[in-house]
């Protein structure tokens, strides 16, 4: 822990920091180089899906008296874990500790599709009309608190460390961002990264309306999940440019509202 003190000092500020710094930066580049046109709503959408983020810190805090980075720490102390019992913390086991947690977020974003009590929760994420930047940052607070709960899971039975916690938890939220940005990225480039990240191309085929293109490309940071277990998609069937954005269900503008996100999960809408 000793070389992670500078960061456990300024945790907060590097959370929020990287955060903002992304949304910004992420922001004006899709303004600049917008992939699809909209099909509007962009206040009521932003507002909702930003807001969200403050309703969902605010739920972790108030449930989880620790949070992931912290569970690291007591099970380092203590002895927890996989790295923690061989006492080694060095740079592999940060890189290896990485990789699980982006593997155990791969796996549990399948389950939340595949499980229907959880899709209820997940498909709010999926609910928007549109793709863009603020769409990373739409999830409903109670797949936000499971997931936080199995994280912590994870942490404990691999004995990862706090900097890889940290690390990880920083990386995926920028990335989350990243990978719902309307953004036209030169082909190249895209078919480069896309070799081992997901890009925001990759991603938007999981958001098409078509159930067997929604429930395709579930990674989040690494594109390497998809492929290895036969879920990637390359490209979704109607274009990147005409594909439909959405699910069935609600796609009455009014669900973009914000106490409609939170009621998506209990409610159907079956009305015409
Ligand atoms: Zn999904
Ligand atoms: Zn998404």
């Known amino acids: 822990m000793e070389h992670g003190v500078w960061f456990y000092d300024h945790e907060i500020f590097i959370r929020i920091g990287f955060f903002f710094g992304t949304l910004f930066f992420l922001t004006f ?47 380092q102390q203590r002895g927890w874990g996989l790295f923690n019992h061989f006492h080694y913390q060095g740079w592999l086991a940060f890189f290896i500790g990485v990789l699980i ?98 890009t925001p191309d990759m991603h938007r085929v999981h958001h098409s309306i078509y159930r067997d293109e929604t429930n395709s490309n579930f990674g989040f940071n690494l594109s390497i999940w998809d492929r290895i277990f036969g879920t990637y998609r390359s490209r979704p069937r109607d274009g990147h440019l005409d594909m439909t954005i959405g699910i069935d269900e609600f796609r009455k503008p009014k669900f973009l509202k914000l106490r409609w996100l939170f009621a998506i999960p209990f409610i159907r809408d079956t009305e015409e």
Do not use: C
């Open 29 to 75: 580049l899709e303004y600049l180089f917008p992939k699809r046109k909209k099909l509007g709503y962009q206040r009521t959408r932003w507002f909702s899906n930003l807001a969200i983020v403050g309703v969902n810190s605010f739920f972790v805090r108030l449930i989880y008296p620790l949070l992931a980075v912290d569970v690291a720490l007591i099970a």
């Open 101 to 198: 947690l982006d593997f155990a977020i791969y796996l549990q974003h399948m389950v939340f599709h595949y499980v229907p009590l959880l899709w209820r929760f997940h498909k709010m994420h999926h609910a928007d009309l549109d793709f863009d930047v603020t769409t990373g940052t739409r999830f409903h607070p109670v797949e936000i608190l499971l997931s936080m709960g199995i994280k912590m899971g994870v942490v404990i039975v691999f004995g990862i460390s706090y900097l890889a916690v940290l690390a990880f938890e920083v990386i995926l939220n920028a990335s989350s961002l990243f990978t719902h940005t309307n953004l036209l990225m030169p082909k190249k480039l895209e078919k480069v990264i896309r070799m081992l990240f997901v």
